[in-house]
């Protein structure tokens, strides 16, 4: 895991336009907390999430851009999910309902 000073001196350095996010480190593990929540396998990798929160598609690897747009425009067309009234079951990761909260800490902005 690098260093967050170093991460935005590479960030700034080589202008990165688009959105990068960086993982909180496991002290108990060597793959960061985001990457076991979600059983990603390594960079780069891609989860869509749909509107009722779960995950519609997870690849790792570089996808095509047509692909990415049509999987996006096909989640954004499904119906919005009715909210659930059943009972919330809490996993060993601390996500409800396969939904995980993503910790304060690791909402950083550049």
Do not use: K, W
């Amino acid at each position: 895991m690098i260093e967050l000073a170093t991460f935005c001196c590479a960030y700034l350095e080589y202008r990165i336009r688009q959105p990068v996010g960086a993982d909180l480190a496991d002290e108990r593990f060597d793959t960061p907390v985001t990457m076991q929540r979600f059983a990603l396998r390594g960079t780069p990798s891609s989860i869509l999430i749909g509107r009722g929160g779960s995950i519609m598609h997870q690849t790792f690897g570089v996808e095509e851009d047509l692909v990415v747009g049509a999987r996006i425009a096909m989640a954004l067309s499904a119906r919005i999910p009715e909210v659930a009234t059943a009972t919330a079951v809490q996993d060993q990761n601390e996500c409800v309902d396969g939904r995980c909260e993503v910790p304060r800490a690791a909402a950083h902005s550049f």
